[in-house]
């Protein structure tokens, strides 16, 4: 068997099988004389029609299967002559069947990119002290104050920071309409009739909530913004907006007691004390994945900043594609318009390219030192998780499983769950520093 594989940038390599005819006739030779013994034909013995007859009659079946038979084990070949790492064998091209016997072929092979591990024990993170600060357990409990808090109207004074302003506003670029300068609709930038703003810094968008200080209702005032430089919206970074705002109520929040009596507005039949003691387990534990999370991602950061190398084309498309979808999920869970999505699809999908190669190539390192450690997950492991899953999603466990062999889904999980291993293993052997200069937005 003649193997040529060439090369080529982006992981990918083209592939050319010729096939001397000897081998092709005894691949042929062994499957007619299969389909003789299993032949059931009119007018002869069960396993004894002649060859000429089966040939004729299973024809079809007869050239497909040597053609996948030459096919598969030429792959095989392929991969142990080069020592390839195959992603995807693609589909075979220009397939011929020559004149002399011999059998050629050709496929555009996508391979698992080559990576060169850095270190990767003892990697350094820093992260924030695991106690939840008391500053944060008493915000999370005003905030349950906030769900009973009652909106007085504030009268006979300007606003002033810490109020909450009714407002009606519209948006202009260098004299234009936010949308006309766009080109698109711009959402909530646009304008809004009846907008409840807390008179923040950290409310709506920077330096606007300052500028309503002094107003009082019935009064309108333009507010100039300069967006930052890293806004959601690329076409927007460094816009000079302003705002024609028109300040319609001010109110004032007030807050019930922390007591028992709000206690029992909150989860009848609880006191204050458990219901205190239930906040603070809840946010250690959210806290606790947070941290987790912050660990991962150093490490993540830790290689992607040392390792770097091709990937193929054709998986990025395809995690791009992923990662634009689920973004586009989450914006409309969080109330995103599908005019909104569509003004901003450009910067969905740069943005999800980005994770896309971030994640591809995450997880190709992954999987390298999953091969270098061993990391491997046991039948036993494989099917307890899948048991697990199918649990979770109240099905029947074999029935489950029996779903995923069928959608070939099986082996994904598995390595699904090598890389969490592989994770677990990182994180285990990270250096891990406590600071109180690490916060959970680092």
Known sequence: MNIVVEKQPKCVATLRVEIPAEKVTSERNKIVRNYISKSRLPGFRPGKAPQAVVEKRYAKEISDELQE??????????LKQEALKVLDFGIPQNVTHHPDGTFSFEATLTLAPEVQLPEYK?????????????EEFTQQLDSLRERFAEFNPLEGRAAEMGDLAVIDYSSTINGQPTDEFLGKPAGYLSGREAFWVRLDDKSFLPGFASQLVGMTPGESRDIPVTLPADFPVADLCNAEMVFATTLKEL?????????????????PGKTLEEISTLIRGNMQHER?????????????????????????????????????DAMVERGISAGMTEEEVQSQQGEIFASAQHQAVSNLRTNFILQEIARVENITVEDKELVNHLFQIANS??????KFIKDMQRAGRINNIRQSMIIGKTVDFLVEHAKVEESTEATLND
């Open 251 to 267: 109110k004032q929040a007030v807050l019930p007691d922390l007591n028992d009596e709000l206690a029992e507005r909150l989860a």
């Open 393 to 398: 999603r109240k099905l029947v466990p074999k």
């Open 288 to 324: 606790q994945r947070k941290i987790d999370d912050m660990k991962v991602n150093q490490i993540v950061a830790h290689f992607n900043a040392l390792v770097d190398f091709e990937l193929p084309d054709e998986l990025i498309t395809q995690e791009t594609q992923s990662q634009a």
């Open 69 to 78: 038979n030459l096919i598969n084990e030429a792959y095989e070949d392929a």
């Open 122 to 134: 003892g990697i350094a993170v820093t992260v924030p002290p695991s106690a939840v600060p008391e």
